[in-house]
């Protein structure tokens, strides 16, 4: 099936972020601008979500209807209650603030998953706490206590990027690789143990290089109702050029769109029936493509 991607919110200055459906409206955040905007499909009016957000990127909602986001520019992941404040979740990990989260799947646990790479934007404030010696995936979790610790979970990525669990929460997903960094550009596939620790990878897609320079890899992630993956990335730069994949759990390549706009940020299914595609894009706009034929997963 051909899918018809519209414009429906932007442009708004510099790269977009993530996605997410509150069940009437599509969430997206604004990264450069600071805030976290809304998408009615009924009335495809935009609105103001949150505002001051303080470079916002992934966005996801936990089983209890809390939203939590990686605030880039604050190094920390945040949720946002219902009496409109806002709480930090733990920043560090064995006593150092973490890097800069990027993007975040949370588990029917409520612990919350997140990439942590580098980040080429200083994050706000004096920079008094270095980066960390590694780039990995951390997880968020509540102690006997009910206080947020992190937990490392993978010890061998150097760019993670987006990340997504299984319909069965047994397989942690990992784009793994930015251009410019060291290491490949790989879609990975970690079994998860009952431990919550995960074993060794499998690479389920891998992106070269060709005449015109390296791919760009995987930049975001979701799931369809069948449990395959969703995902969005490359770049007009090199390659194929922005692209949409669905991926079986096996890495097998089961449909592909092109993508229109610069390079894909994040994607996630909205509307009604939960049957349009949203992606965001590196050129500040939201577009979404209706009837794509596949649903949206809901793991609660």
């Known amino acids: 099936m051909n899918l018809n991607f ?23 955040a604004t990264v450069d601008e600071g805030f976290i905007r809304s998408f009615d499909p009924a009335t495809r009016a935009t609105g103001e979500y949150r505002k001051f957000a303080n470079r916002i990127n992934g966005l996801a909602f936990a089983p209890d209807g809390r939203l939590f986001a990686c605030q880039d ?47 080429k934007v200083l994050a706000f404030g004096p920079q008094i706490f270095p980066a960390l010696d590694h780039a990995s995936v951390l997880r968020l979790e509540l102690d006997e206590r009910h206080a947020w610790k992190i937990r490392r979970v993978t010890h061998d990525t150097f760019a993670p990027r987006a990340v997504q669990l299984s319909p069965d929460e047994k397989t942690l997903y990992v784009a793994e690789g930015e251009i410019g960094r060291k290491g490949p550009r790989e879609l990975r596939a970690y079994a998860v143990r009952d431990d919550g620790s995960v074993g060794p990878y499998t690479v389920l897609h891998a992106f070269g290089a060709d005449h015109r320079g390296e791919h760009r890899g995987i930049e975001g992630l979701c799931l369809d109702s069948d449990g395959n993956l969703v995902a969005c990335g490359g770049s007009p730069g090199a390659g194929p050029g922005p692209m949409l994949y669905v991926f079986a ?16 940020m994040r994607c996630a299914f909205g509307d009604a029936q939960l049957d349009s595609l949203y992606v965001t894009s590196g050129d500040g706009c939201v577009y979404r493509a209706q009837s794509t034929g596949r649903h949206g997963f809901k793991r609660w």
Do not use: C, K
């Open 249 to 264: 759990p096996d890495g097998a390549v089961i449909d592909a769109h092109r993508l229109p706009g610069g390079a894909p």
């Open 6 to 28: 519209e414009r429906v919110a932007g442009p708004y200055q510099g790269a977009m972020g993530g996605l997410a459906w509150d069940g009437a409206r599509m969430l997206f």
């Open 73 to 119: 520019g604050g190094r920390r992941v945040i949720q946002f209650l219902a009496d409109g404040t806002a709480a930090v979740t733990a920043t560090r990990l064995d006593g150092a603030v973490h890097n800069h989260p990027s993007d975040l799947v949370i588990d029917r646990a409520g612990r919350v998953w997140f990439s942590d790479p580098y980040s």
